[in-house]
């Protein structure tokens, strides 16, 4: 039996080998391809600390997702703040450098499998950025 999932939501022809196509099963079947299945769920409970550590940075802190998606393991996260700021880790924490001091940020964090990046997170609290 073969099979093509399309990308998204859709319509996919099963056909097996032998029983002469489509035809023969009755009309093509309904496959759903839901993406969001295999790609991890969002990150929780994310949570920002200044860093005096690095310079005008914050430490994001997260609990790991619920599902890490059907087509493997959590490979990497990235954390992103209000401006734009992001860095990537295997795991919580991450520290995020770079930010403006005296300035306010929250920051999310999404999880990538080999698939590709799952949903972003609720927003982290609010830090203010110091020069250390």
Known sequence: MTATSPVGTGIVDIVVPGLGGPSAMGPPGK???DPDQHVPSAPRNVSATFACATPAGATVTFVAPTSSG?????LSYTATS???FTATGPGSPITVGGLTAGQSFTFTVI??????????????NSVTSLSC
Not at 70 to 74: A, L
Not at 111 to 124: F, I, L
């Open 31 to 33: 496959f759903t391809y």
């Open 70 to 74: 059907s087509d493997g393991p959590v």
């Open 82 to 84: 209000t401006g734009g």
């Open 111 to 124: 999880a990538r499998n080999k698939t590709g990046p799952g949903p972003v997170s609720a927003a982290s």
